[in-house]
């Protein structure tokens, strides 16, 4: 099936994660989504080790189910090719720094006036308005900024700890193709094109909505707990006799049904567990009296008795043991995919599924350059122009 994107023409000027994650999503959904890089590549191309037969498996997870073509837009005649191609698109997603696309010449005004349709999605690293629409931004940078390092971590007054994942990258990359369908919906409605903008700043700040609402409330910054929850208890890791299992034990009947799973029903009727509130104003209490009962078992006999009474619970799994996951590879979130060097190699699926128009992962990463020839005849490049082009450097091949 061709996804519910299919006919949808996305032209990819981003690089690294962001803007790639954003191509990624629409790509998955079955949107041609054609990636320009520099002559020497996505700087993702580079990052190393680890590679799969040379190639970089950062890039290969990024770039998967794209086409790509490779153009030095420091050539005019590049710059028209790439012209062609925006005529003939839906979407272009860019994630230089601001005023990078005005100097190559491919300002939103002069992208409209060749396709008045056009949806110009931007990220960055703080937007393309206020004080800091200058600034170039990173991951690390943004999660600092958006408070994220200020609630992650073991305890108050220990060093910033970040979230493992470039979260606000991949966020920022979510937030961006949910803006695109947006626009591309009211686009499909009216004929109108328009700009997106979003940031990682922003995309940090969405992850801290209960820690916000906290500190909108109480007027105290809230800090790092762990794995614990700032609203409810117990809800976080507890040691087992061999590892972690975490325990959502989000509401009232589910402490209940928790005391009552693990054989301590004496903690329900201590005072200082009564409710929620005096829950969370014990939890360190809380959190001693549970892992003196978690870490009599191992955690595979926790899980079957938590299954067993219908308690939300879970192992901390390693990344790979993710990836073994029987629920992870049903839902078919680790997808294999053959790539013309790397193989055949596994990825990360799509993590949404439609009934009637499924996605899913068709197509390895591009080779850098891989479908120069055949996207430039797309454009009414004959072979005479295209070998032209490649041999002024304007165009790369693979």
């Known amino acids: 099936m061709p996804g519910p994107l299919a006919g949808c023409r996305v032209v990819e000027l981003s690089h690294i994660m962001a803007g790639p994650v954003c191509g990624l999503m629409l790509a998955d959904m079955g949107a041609d989504v054609i990636k320009v890089e520099k002559p020497n590549g996505d700087d993702t191309r580079r ?3 680890p590679d799969i037969n040379g190639e970089s498996a950062a890039y290969m997870m990024m770039n998967r189910n794209k086409r790509g073509i490779s153009l030095d837009l ?16 839906d979407v272009v997603i ?5 005023g990078t696309m ?14 008045p349709g ?34 992650t971590g073991v305890a108050p007054g220990e060093p910033p700890v970040k979230v493992g994942p470039p979260v606000t990258d991949i966020t920022a990359g979510i937030i961006a193709a ?35 609402a906290i500190a909108f409330a109480t007027k ?40 009552r799973l693990i054989d301590a029903e004496h903690l329900a009727a201590d005072p200082r567990f009564a409710t929620n509130a005096d829950r969370m104003g014990h939890r360190i209490e809380l959190e001693s009296e549970l892992n003196a009962i978690f870490c009599t078992k191992t955690t595979a006999e926790w899980l079957d008795i938590m299954e067993a009474g219908s308690m939300p619970a879970g192992p901390v799994l390693s990344i790979s043991q993710m990836h073994a996951d029987p629920q992870v590879i049903a839902r078919d979130m680790v997808p294999s995919v053959d790539h013309p ?33 055949e996207i430039l005849a797309e454009a009414g490049f004959d072979d005479t122009g295209v070998d032209a082009m490649i041999a002024s450097g304007a165009a790369i091949q693979a």
């Open 47 to 49: 990052t190393l080790p």
């Open 118 to 151: 056009i949806i110009l999605t931007e990220l960055s690293g703080f937007g393309r308005t206020g004080p800091y629409a200058e600034r170039g931004g990173f991951d690390l940078i943004a999660q600092g900024m958006s408070g994220l390092m200020s609630v």
């Open 74 to 89: 420091k050539k005019p005649e590049a710059i028209e090719a790439l012209k062609r191609l925006i005529a003939d698109a």
């Open 220 to 259: 105290i910054d809230p800090g790092p707990m762990g794995s614990a929850h700032p609203l409810n208890a117990p809800y976080q890791s507890f040691r087992t006799a061999d590892g972690w299992i975490n325990i959502g034990a989000a509401n009232q009947s589910n402490w209940e049904r928790t005391v």
């Open 102 to 115: 005005e100097k190559l010449g491919l300002g939103y005004d002069t992208l409209k006036a060749i396709n």
């Open 94 to 98: 860019e994630n230089y720094r601001k």
């Open 178 to 212: 949910m803006g695109t369908l947006a626009a591309y919906v009211h686009k499909l409605k009216t004929g109108e094109g328009q700009k997106v903008d979003t940031s990682l700043l922003e995309a940090g700040i969405t992850q801290t909505y209960w820690q916000s």
């Open 341 to 373: 060097k790397a193989g055949k190699m596994q990825t990360i699926g799509l993590p949404v599924k439609f009934s009637a128009t499924p996605g899913g992962v068709n197509r390895a990463a591009p080779l850098l350059g891989q479908h120069t020839r």
